[in-house]
């Protein structure tokens, strides 16, 4: 088992910036994937961004060039920097750990960007 703990979210004016973090702790192994997907109201869930275990990263296109994800493969943690946000970047954001076919979850942290 793999516990992902959130923290960072928050209300923001639109332009303005949010730093996310999520803590890892449990069955960690390496060569995992972490990063972030976000629901809106009424609206799947989507990938936010990704990051490899070696510092490979992929963004959605609503997001690259404003939001940028790191890792620290020592304390176990993905770090997502959202900078230029906009109202529609409203969302639960969800941590994401995922390693040999199986998937994990964090809570989710609430980040609502008023315009």
């Known amino acids: 088992q793999v516990q992902l703990v959130e923290s960072g979210g928050g209300l923001v004016q639109a332009g303005g910036s949010l730093r996310l973090s999520c803590a890892a702790s449990?069955?960690?192994?390496?060569?995992?994937?972490m990063g972030w997907y976000r629901q809106a109201p009424g609206k799947q869930r989507e990938l936010v961004a990704v990051?490899?275990?070696?510092?490979?990263?992929t963004y959605a296109d609503s997001v690259q060039g404003r939001f940028t994800i790191s890792r620290d493969n020592t304390k176990i943690t993905v770090n997502l920097q959202m900078n230029s946000l906009k109202p529609e970047d409203t969302a639960v954001y969800y941590c994401?750990?995922?390693?040999?076919?199986?998937?994990?979850w964090g809570q989710g942290t609430q980040v609502t960007v008023s315009s």
């Open positions: 990051i490899s275990s070696v510092s490979t990263a």
């Open positions: 994401y750990y995922y390693y040999s076919q199986r998937t994990y």
């Open positions: 449990g069955s960690i192994f390496r060569g995992n994937t």
